[in-house]
T-cell receptor, first 113, second 113 residues
Framework: DTGVSQDPRHKITKRGQNVTFRCDPI?????LYWYRQTLGQGPEFLTY????????KSRLLSDRFSAERPKGSFSTLEIQRTEQGDSAMYLC???????????FGPGTRLLVL | AQRVTQPEKLLSVFKGAPVELKCNYS??????LFWYVQYSRQRLQLLLRHISRESIKGFTADLNKGETSFHLKKPFAQEEDSAMYYCALRDDDRGSTLGRLYFGRGTQLTVWP
């Protein structure tokens, strides 16, 4: 499968724990996006990378959230000291350039107890 | 600010009936509009984009700048069209180095046999 992949697909954690998600984009794609989707809502932008550079972060991305894309390939999204309000589906998307279609991964569903 | 509005959370039609999923947007510049679809247990995928002016799976959407709308239409709905549909807008106004997508909350379409 040459599409965007995300790992894990599901994560259950206790409040206060740290979690890390991984996204592997389509191999030639230089842009990588993170979105969050809560129940009944559409995806909301969190942050994006062009190659290894993180170019913008949404105000939704509090200081407990950090994202990296160290070699311009895969990306990780870490949430520290999780809160129940962090429960959501975390989506990753990639594209080749800004005008190209964003292809989405299957998402990581996070439940914070 | 809400940029994309999908007024219908749920929409049901019978097979063979016409269907129209509404999308209105709020944006002062020149956005690009998209429709994404998510079938049951599948990832979000692009259905069509306004600049392509294509008909995909019998669906069409016309950008109406005067009414700031991008409604999705199909003359004869099929059962396999049952899915969640998201309208999305991309900020293309700042050149842009951004490319983030703003999504509506989605419309769940059910096509009854």
């Amino acid at each position: 499968d040459t599409g965007v992949s995300q790992d894990p697909r599901h994560k259950i954690t206790k409040r206060g724990q740290n979690v890390t998600f991984r996204c592997d984009p389509i191999s030639e794609h230089n842009r990588l996006y993170w979105y969050r989707q809560t129940l009944g809502q559409g995806p909301e932008f969190l942050t994006y990378f062009q190659n290894e550079a993180q170019l913008e972060k949404s105000r939704l991305l509090s200081d407990r959230f950090s994202a990296e894309r160290p070699k311009g390939s895969f990306s990780t999204l870490e949430i520290q000291r999780t809160e129940q309000g962090d429960s959501a589906m975390y989506l990753c998307a990639s594209s080749f350039g800004i005008v190209e279609t964003q292809y989405f991964g299957p998402g990581t569903r996070l439940l914070v107890l | 600010a809400q940029r994309v509005t999908q007024p219908e959370k749920l929409l049901s039609v019978f097979k063979g009936a016409p269907v129209e999923l509404k999308c209105n947007y709020s944006y002062s510049g020149s956005p690009e509009l998209f429709w994404y679809v998510q079938y049951s247990r599948q990832r979000l995928q692009l259905l069509l984009r306004h600049i392509s002016r294509e008909s995909i799976k019998g669906f069409t959407a016309d950008l109406n700048k005067g009414e700031t709308s991008f409604h999705l239409k199909k003359p004869f709905a099929q059962e396999e069209d049952s899915a969640m549909y998201y309208c999305a807008l991309r900020d293309d106004d700042r050149g842009s180095t951004l490319g983030r997508l703003y999504f509506g909350r989605g419309t769940q379409l059910t096509v009854w046999p």
